[in-house]
């Protein structure tokens, strides 16, 4: 609960406070677009980002479908998932991320192994590539919205010949899973 009303401090002290030669770094939106001025009936306003105590990371936001043909999911999707043995949950954070707190059940695959490591998602070697015709489903997640890392998982994954319409993206990530209060395992290898 602390982190949530950290990140609404944080969130109104954006709003209130004015720009000062000391203003954050401003962090991209979208990969190299660091703001977006939208017209309204004051005149034009700059939206940019900055590095708040409620972000996990300083990437950029991610598509809500990263790999054409794969299924945007929720929470709902997650905790469906969780308990049905054709799919799998899948952590696709860096190891250091993982062990501060991540899904209960999940199982941990970085974005950097999953294209050596497709047997373990239901595919099976075939000459130098993959078959994955008995894949299962995957539910792939990482930090949230701005984090690339289960994007870049997602398009590896597509590249080897895992079926996309098999593949579900939790855009919300752990941000969203922390800042609803869903329960978190520590220490998970």
């Not at 043909?69 to 999707?77: K, L, R, S």
């Not at 590539?129 to 997640?141: I, L, M, Q, S």
């Not at 990530?173 to 922390?178: A, S, V, Y």
Request: aromatic share 6%; glycine share 8%.
């Amino acid at each position: 609960m602390r982190h949530i009303a950290s990140c609404l401090i944080a969130a109104a002290a954006l709003v209130a406070t004015p720009a000062a030669a000391d203003a954050p770094e401003k962090l991209d939106i979208l990969k190299g677009v660091k703001s977006v001025v939208v017209q309204t009936e004051d005149g034009p306003v700059e939206i940019t980002r900055v590095m708040t105590d409620c972000a996990l990371n300083a990437g950029w936001l991610q598509p809500l479908v990263p790999v054409e043909g794969a299924h945007p999911a929720t929470e709902i999707e997650v905790l469906e998932a969780l308990n049905d043995p054709d799919w799998v949950v899948v952590d696709m954070r860096t190891i250091e991320w993982r062990v501060k707190a991540t899904i209960p059940g999940s199982i941990h695959i970085p974005y950097t192994e999953v294209a050596q490591r497709l047997d373990e998602l239901g595919c099976a070697r075939a000459g130098q590539g993959w078959d994955c015709a008995k894949a299962r489903h995957v539910v792939a997640f990482c930090n949230g919205p701005v984090c690339p890392q289960s994007p870049t998982a997602l398009r590896a994954m597509a590249r080897e010949g895992f079926p996309p319409e098999r593949m579900h993206y939790y855009r919300g990530g752990m941000q969203d899973w922390l800042a609803l209060g869903l329960t978190t395992v520590e220490g998970a290898f």
